[in-house]
């Protein structure tokens, strides 16, 4: 077998952990699919052909809009906006040379600050001095219309012959000056069309905003408390969009006569519910969108419902693919794929088992709703049940190790007995302490080796 330099052939590989054994009768199997980014991007040897076609060891065409929220209350305290003019411009200097980028001020109207007139600028030593020249036009004044802003990124990004596209923007404030619907609206319109990671800085956001842009976008949502913590969060942001070789790769789940799709949800590194963002593809075969990869690896958690069967049956219940749709419009390149299966035994044990990895992605899922359902109940006055879904949740992240998470939820309850979910609620809670734990409910741990 020839040697190949990590540039020369990246790949994905697909994994399914899953018990396959079911009872007499049994009809809904779980599997959790690994998919694994190596050398850069994904294409498993597979040369990538159209626009989406690179040099070995030669860095794929991206282009990045920064939206920065310049509205009123970024003047509270005024260090705030001097914060996220620095953050900026360190995220500038993180721009790979040749990569397309534009700077967008953000009010009740979004304005492109650089380089301006509908174009991208391309990173060289001279644009990126020239964009953060054009930073000192970033003043605090006006409303927040968070949809503007994402529909002028989206004319920027549409307009650039790239392969990844990807936004990063900052609020501080509720999205007040546009109804929700027009946020929604302009989500669905931007879906698929570039990524975005969104941050929330200060603690007079609305969290349910920033993490529903994230995830409409396939993007990562976090609190930046301190705005003096902006630039090491930008820079680092920057230098993940960067680490991105491949864009628009799908998870296509092909299904039997008789296979029905329960649920699809990314589980690692973050929750992430795929189930309503199916893509007919053919004939019982459909498209669940994965954004863009770098080196990295994510799971993804998949549910079917199979017809019942005999003992000693066996099915194909579903097959998992990783394609990259072809520019051109041809046929898709399948990456590399999976099976899931189901048999039917007598055999108690074998049935009644729980895969691991199943069982430890159910609980982190149920992390992530158990922390929603008991800040909600705890904003609106239930206190007991908001007592009780926290304390499931203390419990579940005792179990599964999320250490991460166990020290956020010690922030909001006094901890008894982990192990029992047994807590109390603070009677004083800093907004920022609240409000990262619900930023970040979603995030996971991987299964303990």
Not at 109 to 134: S, W
Not at 266 to 281: H, N
Not at 395 to 423: C, F, I, R
Request: charged share 20%; aromatic share 4%; net charge negative.
């Amino acid at each position: 077998m020839a040697n190949f330099s990590k540039s020369n052939v990246p790949q994905f590989s697909v994994e399914v952990y899953q018990n396959e054994y079911l009872p007499e009768g049994g009809r809904e199997v779980n599997a959790i699919v690994t998919v694994t980014s190596t050398g850069g991007g994904t294409t498993g040897g597979v040369p990538l052909s159209g626009a989406t076609a690179r040099v070995p060891g030669q860095a794929p065409k991206a282009a990045v809009v920064i939206m920065v929220d310049c509205s009123g209350s970024m003047d509270y305290p005024p260090t705030k906006m001097r914060n996220a003019r620095d953050a900026t411009a360190a995220a500038i200097d993180t721009l790979r040379d040749g990569t397309s980028f534009a700077v967008v001020d953000g009010t009740h109207v979004a304005r492109e600050v650089y380089p301006g007139n509908g174009r991208l600028a391309v990173a060289d030593a001279r644009t990126r001095a020239q964009a953060k020249g054009a930073l000192r036009a970033l003043k605090a004044g006006g409303g927040t219309a968070i949809g503007t802003w994402l529909r002028l990124a989206d004319r920027l990004l549409g307009a650039a012959d790239v392969s990844i596209r990807h936004g990063i923007l900052l609020t501080d404030g509720r999205n007040e000056h546009e109804a929700p619907e027009d946020l929604r609206a302009a989500l669905e319109s931007c879906a698929g069309r570039f990524t975005c990671d969104a941050r929330g800085v200060g603690t007079d956001w609305e969290v349910k905003e920033v993490t529903a842009i994230a995830s409409a976008l396939l993007g990562t949502a976090d609190i930046v408390a301190d705005p003096a913590g902006l630039a090491a969060d930008f820079t680092h942001m920057m230098e993940n969009a960067m680490g991105k070789e491949v864009a628009d790769v799908a998870l296509r789940l092909w299904t039997p006569v008789g296979v029905e799709i329960t649920f699809v949800k990314q589980v690692a590194p973050t929750v992430v519910d795929l189930t309503g963002r199916r893509t007919e593809v053919g004939p019982r075969a459909g498209d669940y969108p994965t954004g863009s990869w770098g080196d990295e690896s994510r799971d993804y958690h998949v549910c079917v419902t199979v017809p019942q069967a005999g003992i000693g049956q066996e099915m194909l219940a579903c097959r998992a693919s990783l394609v990259l749709p072809d520019p051109s419009g041809g046929a898709p390149q399948t990456l590399s794929q999976g099976l899931v299966r189901a048999v039917w035994t007598e055999d108690m044990v074998a049935s009644t088992s729980i895969n691991p990895q199943v069982a430890h992605y159910t609980g982190q899922a149920e992390l992530a709703q158990v922390i929603q359902q008991g800040l909600d109940a705890r904003k609106s006055g239930d206190f007991d049940g908001a007592t009780a879904k926290l304390g499931r949740a203390v419990q579940l992240a005792s179990v599964s190790g999320n250490e991460d998470t166990a020290k956020l939820l010690s922030k909001v309850v006094d901890v008894v007995d982990a192990a029992t979910g047994t807590v109390r609620l603070k009677a004083k809670v800093a907004d920022a302490d609240e409000m990262t734990l619900e930023t970040r409910s979603t995030k996971t741990v991987r299964v303990k080796k």
